[in-house]
């Protein structure tokens, strides 16, 4: 039983963890695209 | 059997096709340089760098060999992936070899190698890396072929033509925009990809439920579907290997390495494996999981998929509802043509900068090496056509991607750390 426990919050851990890394990557991944495209020479990037 | 419907799931694909290829042809003109198209311009920051390289390394061919894992060997088939997990989080934590390279400023590892051994290092060490990635990418279009017309619902005869349509579409907007378009789409493809995952993933959770799960895996594999050093399932040579590989492929691996390559800086490039690092458990246990979902529903119903590879596609087709089956092939898609247009950027970035260095000795203008690097792509691109039909796939998945990748790992780490650490090597 303890191993189907401890792959239950490695599921539910790694789950979790995803959901956090996407949203913040979509919003902060965001502004580090603008801003190399800018710096790149897209200057409309906006 | 499928619950996909072309009226409702159809354009949420579509409108995810033509999103990322607009996306990947209006960065193409950004491209001035070698350097832009190979690396662009190294300025890559660490939440690009995770979306990229977390995109990169997920493509439908890792996530259907994962899944195949998880259906054979239960949680115990995720051993590969805690082993990358350590692997690169430790690598990125203290700088092991990526801080020397990232710092050198080279654009490929035989590169770095010419600096320590001299020329005919350089070029032997690219004849590797090529030959081994190309192998280890002659699968990809096949098995993402197969996993859409299966999908699809559609017959085999069809495999053809839906490699081609996933070559042509990752083709335009990788031969045009390089890394600048790579990076970009990647980012699209990162959040596409991780919402079709997620919803996949809480839905077989919520169907079937934990215990319904865990306890037909109990009685189909005994204790060792939960760990890989019981019994003789997988086996404590196995998770020897899987240590090493992931310990190789994580300081060698150039669509890995060349994130750390592409980064601002040696710091930028250690904060990006260190982020990432959790990502790469992830891809092996989401998967598995699903695998493990397949697993138990074709064992209640009495009936075995065609073949275990396709145990997963064949399952989301029946359980997943249509229009979320949409996101989800939408992102499994997403995933491929990251992981497509990475690698073909990668392998050909090696033969233009190492192996064909003797032509151009770095004399070319840039519109010519750029032109160079164009066509190098495409005839990648031919390859995985011709190999990917002709090539009798046999065995676990992962191990075929564990053998190709061999090829030059278990060198070129070597090679890295004595780079990078032996002082005699000057």
Redesign the interface.
């Known amino acids: 039983m303890i191993?189907?426990y401890?792959?239950?919050i490695?599921?539910v851990g790694?789950?979790i963890?995803?959901?956090v890394?996407?949203i913040?990557?979509?919003r902060?991944?965001?502004?580090?695209?603008k801003?190399?495209?800018a710096?790149?020479?897209?200057k409309d990037s906006d | 059997m499928t619950n996909f419907s072309w009226f409702i799931d159809g354009p949420i694909i579509l409108i995810y096709i033509i999103g990322t290829l607009v996306a990947g042809l209006m960065v193409r003109k950004l491209v001035r340089g070698v350097d832009d198209y190979l690396l662009a311009g190294r300025k890559v920051d660490i939440y690009l760098g995770i979306a990229s390289l977390a995109a990169t390394e997920f493509g439908i061919v890792t996530c259907m060999a994962n899944a195949e894992l998880g259906y054979k060997y239960g949680f115990a088939g995720t051993t590969p992936g805690v082993a990358l997990f350590l692997a690169m989080y430790i690598i990125g934590k203290t700088g092991f070899c990526i801080k020397p390279l990232r710092d050198r400023g080279v654009v490929t590892l035989p590169e770095f190698f010419e600096r320590k051994f001299g020329k005919k290092v350089r070029w032997a060490s690219g004849l590797v890396i090529v030959i081994g990635g190309l192998l280890n990418m002659g699968v990809f279009l096949r098995m993402g072929g197969d996993f859409l017309t299966t999908i699809f619902g559609l017959p085999p005869g069809y495999l053809e033509l839906m490699m081609t349509i996933i070559l042509l579409i990752v083709a335009v907007y990788t031969i045009l925009g390089g890394m600048l378009s790579v990076l970009v789409t990647d980012y699209m493809q990162f959040i596409v990809m991780s919402a079709g995952l997620l919803f996949a993933t809480i839905l077989v959770f919520y169907k079937f439920d934990w215990t319904t799960l865990t306890n037909h895996l109990n009685q189909t594999y005994g204790r060792a579907a939960f760990n890989p050093f019981e019994g003789n399932t997988y086996g404590i040579d196995r998770i020897f290997l899987d240590i090493l590989l992931a310990v190789a492929s994580i300081l060698t691996w150039q669509t890995t390495i060349s994130r750390v390559l592409a980064a601002k800086d040696s710091r930028t490039g250690q904060r990006i494996y260190q982020a990432t690092s959790p990502f790469f458990l992830i891809r092996f246990i989401i998967p598995a999981f699903l695998g493990i979902g397949a697993l138990y529903y074709f064992s209640s119903i009495g009936v075995q998929p065609e073949r275990e590879i396709l145990a997963l596609p064949s399952f989301l087709a029946i359980v997943l509802p249509t229009g979320i089956l949409g996101i989800l092939i939408a992102g499994m898609l997403a995933a491929d043509m990251s992981t497509n247009s990475s690698y073909m950027l990668a392998w050909s970035s090696v033969i233009y900068n190492d192996i064909m260095e003797p032509i151009h000795r770095r004399k070319w203008t840039d519109k010519v090496g750029i032109r160079a690097n164009r066509i190098l792509v495409a005839l990648i691109g031919i390859f995985l056509l011709i190999y990917g039909l002709w090539y009798p796939m046999k065995g676990d998945l992962w191990v075929y991607l564990q053998v190709t990748g061999t090829i030059y790992l278990s060198s070129m780490s070597t090679i890295l750390i004595a780079a990078c650490y032996w002082k005699k090597s000057e």
Do not use: C, D, P, Q
């Open positions: 191993l189907e401890f792959w239950l490695v599921l790694v789950v963890w995803y959901i890394v996407t913040l990557v979509a902060k991944g965001f502004t580090s695209l801003i190399m495209l710096e790149l020479g897209l």
